[in-house]
T-cell receptor, first 115, second 115 residues
């Protein structure tokens, strides 16, 4: 079974629009971590955020914000006032304490911001 | 955050030769490192988990004899693609796990092209 689901394969928005990338996860572990990574065309994974299962506080970092809801097993990512430089593939990932903290990645959402 | 250095970033090799990819944790000790493979426009798939001083644990479907993993020290893991073939062409990424926090950091990735 897929542990991390990113239902949106590709999204296109016009610059300055807000966009939300969805992530739904599945785990039986009580201790786990959720992550978002950005992968620009160059290929490297850029760390955006890490959230542990005991901290449901939403977080805002500049134009980025994350909404963590355990009740719906979701960890959504919103980019406000999108810019062309935001164009990339975004991966949501889950790491469980009882499986040695290996990462389970979603299939990624390819975001294109049109100028 | 912690730094993981992966080398080389790009390599082109002839079919039938072997290629070694290095993954180093520069400012922390990593008892566990992970190797991932990413096909074009696909998610990252875990290939194997390597623990310092012991044999790597391979995911189902990954050929142990083709993808040799060595984790000889707390800061270095290597992946050797033996007798490479064009179908081995891919993007390979390593990650190193910080022992106490469980947080993992990713290398820059290696784009392997077998001609």
């Amino acid at each position: 079974a897929q542990k991390v689901t990113q239902a949106q394969t590709e999204i296109s928005v016009v610059e300055k629009e807000d966009v939300t990338l969805d992530c739904v996860y599945e785990t039986r572990d009580t201790t786990y971590y959720l992550f978002w990574y950005k992968q620009p065309p160059s290929g490297e994974l850029v760390f955006l955020i890490r959230r542990n299962s005991f901290d449901e506080q939403n977080e805002i970092s500049g134009r980025y914000s994350w909404n963590f809801q355990k009740s719906t097993s979701s960890f959504n990512f919103t980019i406000t006032a999108s810019q062309v430089v935001d164009s990339a593939v975004y991966f949501c990932a889950l790491s469980e304490a009882n499986t040695g903290n290996q990462f389970y990645f979603g299939t990624g959402t390819s975001l294109t911001v049109i100028p | 955050g912690a730094v993981v250095s992966q080398h080389p970033s790009r390599v082109i090799c002839k079919s039938g030769t072997s290629v070694k990819i290095e993954c180093r944790s520069l400012d922390f000790q990593a008892t566990t490192m992970f190797w991932y493979r990413q096909f074009p426009k696909k998610s990252l798939m875990l290939m194997a988990t390597s623990n310092e001083g012991s044999k790597a644990t391979y995911e189902q479907g990954v050929e142990k004899d083709k993808f040799l993993i060595n984790h000889a020290s707390l800061t270095l893991s290597t992946l050797t693609v033996t007798s490479a073939h064009p179908e081995d062409s891919s993007f390979y990424i390593c990650s190193a796990r910080v022992s106490f926090t469980g947080e993992a950091f990713f290398g820059q990735g290696t784009r392997l092209t077998v001609v």
